[in-house]
């Protein structure tokens, strides 16, 4: 199974909209609605803040929305503050007894 | 509140084995399963398998099939992983998560991690 094709890294600056997309295949993301998003600061454990393709657990801002169109699901952050600084990775099932495949991973910087 | 405390860092030689522990608490262990998965330096994170802690069933991913081991003593709420014939491309943090959600398929509370350290 390979890693979901996320871009290496975005950039926007405060108050300003990113999107980051998450490529896969008809056995993964396209083919099932479990995806997840994770942010993830250097040196701390990942954090949950999309599951099921575009829901929020209660504790995450609704800066953070996402969507999934085919083999690519996408974040974005609205709203860009310091604090997202991140890298940022999807997760998708995949079936077959793989629970998880994630991306490759996205660098947030804010400018 | 919940929480995933992990075993310490570890030095390994090539083709040795590694036994990670993961001590779940603040919910019942039973309920919910247990992801690992690993980041190496530089590197994303990857996905390694899933326990259920009431049954002892596992799933581990294609890249560690043969290799990997999860077990669970549900005594002490505690998971394990064992990783064998470790090779330098081995060396990186691994992380339990319990498993959440539709089909306990996502990581809603991680542990701190555990920096496995392969080298001669």
């Known amino acids: 199974q390979s890693a979901l094709t996320q871009p290496r890294s975005v950039s926007g600056s405060p108050g300003q909209s990113v999107t980051i997309s998450c490529t896969g295949t008809?056995?993964?993301?396209?083919?099932?609605?479990?995806v997840s998003w994770y942010q993830h600061l250097p040196g701390q454990d990942p954090k949950l803040i999309i599951y099921d393709v575009n829901k929020r657990p209660s504790r995450v801002p609704d800066r953070f929305s996402a969507s999934k169109s085919g083999n690519t699901a996408s974040l974005t952050i609205s709203g860009l503050q310091a604090e997202d600084e991140a890298d940022y990775y999807c997760?998708?099932?995949?079936?077959?007894?793989?629970?998880?495949?994630f991306g490759t991973g996205t660098q947030v910087t804010v400018l | 509140q919940v929480q995933l405390v992990q075993s310490g860092a570890e030095v390994k030689k090539p083709g040795a084995s590694v036994k990670v522990s993961c001590k779940a608490s603040?919910?019942?262990?039973?309920?919910?399963?247990m992801h690992w998965v690993r980041q190496a330096p530089g590197q994303g994170l990857e996905w390694m398998g899933i326990?259920?802690?009431?049954?002892?069933?596992?799933s581990y991913a294609q890249n560690f099939q043969g290799r990997v081991s999860m077990t669970r003593d549900t005594s002490t709420n505690t998971v394990y992983m064992d990783l064998s014939s470790l090779r330098s491309e081995d060396t990186a943090v691994y992380f339990c998560a319990r498993g959440w959600g539709s089909g306990f398929y996502y990581m809603d509370v991680w542990g701190k991690g555990t920096t496995v350290t392969v080298s001669s």
């Open positions: 603040g919910y019942i262990f039973t309920n919910y399963c």
């Open positions: 326990i259920y802690p009431s049954s002892g069933d596992t």
């Open positions: 008809s056995s993964d993301v396209g083919g099932y609605n479990y």
């Open positions: 997760c998708s099932y995949a079936g077959g007894g793989t629970y998880g495949v």
